[in-house]
């Protein structure tokens, strides 16, 4: 249980994903309750190579931090503590339908320009133990924070945000979120994604491809690994509207290589159905084969993470993954709107 700093409420990280819903924060000391806006629950991955990308939106300012209540429960931190699934009879296009059905069911609450989109996320990445490495060995980078982390992102992009990320040492480090202007190549903002992004599955296919109209795919695998990895980008960044993020899915499901696995475990240890690529990524620390998959819940079939899975068998004493590890993982615990930085759903 996690108390807010006012004491007046608390919320429990419970991993559950839920359907649509509302409810009321609580009241502030000064004023009437204010309005909160809760969504499903729905914990989000980043691959290593795009976890930059992946943050809510560019952190600026100094650094302030507190002493935490009562600290969020740590993830595994062991390298063979996180493990993939295994293969499915059932084809990524028939998963992603059912996936895409639900989806096309929900329905969002008005949302205002003045709110913000909260989202508490628990990131994971493997470290190596360099004291059971001999000399020699390279150390790997760390692409992004561990860790439970909160995130309040102004849905129009023209207020400042909130980030605050619990430390090990049950210290919380807060930083504010710029406000954000529109991009073309990236949605950075609620507001954007409901205003830029396709409804259509044909426009959303050429969207992740980065077709204009009548051009083709050039039919490159590493093409296709770009049009997943953009919208693995949506999914764990950023809200999106049911129908943007139906259309997402069934442009997904056109994606080449695509395979279904089950049993699948994210950074919060729940295990769902996952649709994933495989190949070679840049930026997963060093794997020369990984498969980056988004994770699902097998009962409601809402997206719950985003997952980058070791495919390389070890050939050498530096290495540490065992093929079906998981190499990082962003799960999202939970996503609403609130009224203001420092409200919880």
């Avoid at 989109?117 to 990131?123: A, F, L, N, R, S």
């Avoid at 770009?226 to 693995?232: H, L, M, S």
């Avoid at 070890?314 to 290495?319: A, L, T």
């Amino acid at each position: 249980m996690r108390e807010i700093e006012s004491g007046a409420e608390s919320t429990k990280s419970t991993g559950k994903v839920r359907g649509a819903e509302a409810a009321d924060g609580p009241a502030p000391a000064d004023g009437p309750a204010p309005a909160v806006r809760r969504f499903w629950r729905r914990p989000a991955f980043v691959a290593p190579a795009v976890a930059a990308a992946l943050t809510v939106a560019v952190v600026v300012g100094a650094t302030m931090t507190q002493n935490a209540a009562v600290p969020p429960e740590p993830g595994v931190d062991s390298a063979t503590g996180r493990r993939g699934g295994t293969p499915s009879d059932e084809s990524a296009t028939a998963l992603l339908e059912r996936v895409a059905a639900a989806a096309d069911k929900r329905t969002l609450p008005e949302v205002r320009d003045d709110q913000f989109v909260y989202t508490e996320q628990e990131d994971y990445h493997w470290k190596v133990d360099f004291a059971g490495l001999g000399d020699g060995c390279a150390m790997p980078l760390e692409g992004h924070p561990s860790g439970v982390r909160e995130i309040w992102a102004s849905v129009d992009g023209q207020r400042v945000g909130l980030s605050r990320q619990y430390e090990d040492d049950d210290k919380v480090t807060d930083q504010p979120i710029a406000k954000q202007l529109p991009s073309r190549n990236e949605v950075n903002f609620f507001r954007e994604a409901e205003d830029e992004l396709p409804t259509d599955p044909e426009e959303m296919y050429r969207y992740l491809y980065g077709l204009k109209s009548g051009e083709r795919p050039s039919g490159e695998a590493s093409a296709d690994r770009d049009a997943f990895e953009k919208a693995a980008v949506l999914l764990s960044r950023q809200l999106l509207p049911p129908k943007v993020e139906a259309a997402l899915y069934r442009a997904v499901a056109r994606i080449p290589g695509l395979t279904v696995e089950s049993g699948s475990e994210d950074a919060a240890g729940r295990t769902g159905v996952s649709v994933g690529i495989e190949g070679a990524f840049p930026g997963d620390f060093g794997q020369g084969r990984s498969r980056h998959e988004l994770l699902f819940d097998v009962r409601t079939l809402d997206f719950l993470a985003l997952n980058s899975v070791n495919l390389d068998t070890r050939d050498d004493r530096c290495e540490v993954l065992d093929v079906g590890d998981l190499v990082s993982s962003v799960a999202v615990l939970e996503r609403g709107v609130v009224d203001r930085t420092g409200q919880r759903p």
